[in-house]
């Protein structure tokens, strides 16, 4: 499929206008509700002053009004820019200003929370508040008005845009320094919405939970996977993983997706019997599935299809391993999504050999376009296609992950590690994935994160940072240390375990490595 990123659910909406496009809480949305509160906003933010490529950026919980806005903004010509609800006012800020966003879509209170904010981003010209009243005034010269307003203000004339335009800037997690916003065109993300689509087989009968925040691409690819197809979506902001359990039962969710951290928690978790009956499918990205979790997930719903994938917010998605695969090969990320490739490659760009460690690239039309105002990470990034032959007159560009992968002889690729989260020890390289892995299966853990610190005499130790599994009443350092030491080479072994009731996520749900390396970067004195 092609086209622009809102017609996705207005497409849908002409073929069935009464089918439930949204749930939240106990009220639904029909795809022609949708489609008018999209339309209807659209125009609003254009009779407002939105202009061509404009960002609006969208500080807002889950809820009805923040999937119109996002696709509100691209209907409009307009750029939307999600910004995770966790973030607080500093974060927001940032986010305002590096992108230059124009418009400000959010609540009552979260104004409150960043009016100072606001008054420090000159771009900002128009804030739009959800609910019956635009709030207090910010500034003197902004556009503040209340979202029933926004509805009503007539039919302006949107801008045109094509599907190579600009259609959202989705800011990383920061994990090294300030968040960093990944450009992705309307045939990215429609291209994307196709793929994955396709492999899980989504049809209009689906119900998928919205877990994870619109600002990661993984939790905004519940959407157009779903309003391509026709399907519905539930909007969840869960405090407890019980809560999305409960809510996988009383919407009778057929697809669920989550990360690595979530999974876990939810793989110790009571599921109902007969919840498989109509969970279809789960999915996860973000970070390896533990092999302890897979297990326990399959046990508790043995008819649901568990489908294991990569991906990048650079690209969206990378890979995916189909789970017939799964008991020949549980630790492989499979093969190439549709319409992708994958390569791996030596430093050189040159074709590794089957099982040869190399650098994971990908190519194709999911490939973002950059960087926003990053032209140095944009280029160490997006660069051309490995061993381009010439014969084109313009230069394809691929993303070039970061991260270390192999393929066996059968095509299968497995996940090696990060080049930078890679842990130099005694000579020797350690993935974290692969210790974590061993620890997990000790069952001594309820999380546990690999990371380096310095070290006076290896260079750099392993420290295991962990929490104990629920109900233990200590934790167990010693047995955890003679599990590993049975299942690893000695100078993969963790050098010190430091145990913490609750590990830190960042705002999109995954492990904060950075927190946790900083906070134990001095436990073995440093390098001599």
Not at 53 to 68: H, P, S
Not at 485 to 492: G, K, L
Request: aromatic share 6%; glycine share 8%.
């Amino acid at each position: 499929m092609t086209g622009l990123l809102p017609d996705l659910p207005l497409r849908s909406a002409g073929i069935a206008p009464e089918w439930i496009a949204l749930r939240h809480r106990d009220a639904a949305l029909t795809y022609s509700e949708l489609a008018s509160a999209i339309e209807a906003a659209a125009h609003g933010l254009c009779a407002a002053g939105l202009r061509k490529q404009d960002r609006v950026a969208i500080y807002l919980n889950k809820r009805f009004e923040t999937v119109v806005a996002c696709f509100a903004a691209g209907l409009a010509g307009g750029v939307f820019v999600p910004v995770n609800p966790l973030l607080k006012g500093a974060q927001v800020g940032h986010i305002l200003r590096d992108s230059a966003a124009a418009v400000l879509i959010t609540s009552v209170d979260r104004l409150a929370d960043v009016a100072d904010e606001i008054a420090a981003s000159p771009a900002v010209r128009i804030v739009v508040v959800v609910g019956d009243e635009p709030g207090v005034p910010v500034r003197a010269d902004l556009a503040q008005l209340a979202w029933p307003e926004l509805l009503a203000s007539g039919s302006c004339a949107v801008h045109r845009v094509i599907d190579i335009d600009v259609a959202a800037i989705l800011y990383t997690s920061g994990s090294t320094g300030r968040p960093k916003g990944v450009v992705l065109s309307h045939r990215n993300m429609v291209s994307g919405a196709t793929s994955v689509a396709e492999y899980l087989g989504n049809t209009a009968d689906d119900r998928l939970l919205a877990v994870l925040p619109f600002s990661f691409d993984y939790g905004f690819s519940q959407l157009t996977t779903a309003f391509l197809v026709g399907a519905s979506v539930s909007l969840i902001d869960h405090l407890f993983a019980k809560d999305v359990i409960a809510a996988v039962r009383k919407d009778r969710i057929t697809g669920l997706a989550a990360v690595p951290p979530l999974w876990i928690q939810l793989a110790d978790l009571q599921w109902p019997p007969g919840i498989d009956d109509h969970l279809r499918y789960i999915t996860n990205s973000g970070g390896r599935m533990p092999r302890a979790t897979l297990d326990k997930l399959r046990a508790a719903l043995p008819r649901t299809r568990p489908f294991l994938m990569y991906g990048l917010t650079e690209a969206f998605r990378g890979t995916y391993l189909p789970p017939e695969e799964i008991d020949r090969r549980p630790d492989s990320m499979g093969k190439a999504i549709p319409n992708a490739e994958i390569m791996v490659v030596r430093p050189d760009g040159t074709p590794c050999d089957p099982d040869e460690p190399g650098e994971l690239v990908q190519r194709g039309a999911l490939v973002g376009l950059g960087y926003w105002n990053d032209l140095a990470k944009t280029a160490e990034r997006f660069r051309p296609v490995p061993a381009q032959r010439g014969e084109l007159p313009l230069t394809e560009m691929a993303v070039w992950s970061g991260d270390t992968v192999r393929r066996d002889a059968e095509g299968f690729l497995y996940f090696v590690g990060r080049r930078d989260e890679m842990i130099k020890t005694s000579g020797y390289r350690v993935s974290p994935t692969e210790v974590e892995e061993i620890v997990y299966a000790s069952g001594l853990v309820g999380d546990a994160v690999a990371v380096a610190a310095p070290h006076p005499a290896l260079g750099e130790g392993i420290v295991l940072i962990a929490s104990p599994p629920d109900g233990a009443a200590t934790a167990d350092s010693e047995g955890l240390l003679v599990h590993c030491r049975a299942r690893m080479p000695t100078y993969m072994v963790p050098h010190r375990v430091e145990w913490l009731s609750e590990l830190p996520r960042n705002p999109n749900g995954k492990f904060d490595r950075p927190a946790l390396a900083l906070r134990v970067r001095d436990c073995f004195g440093g390098p001599a």
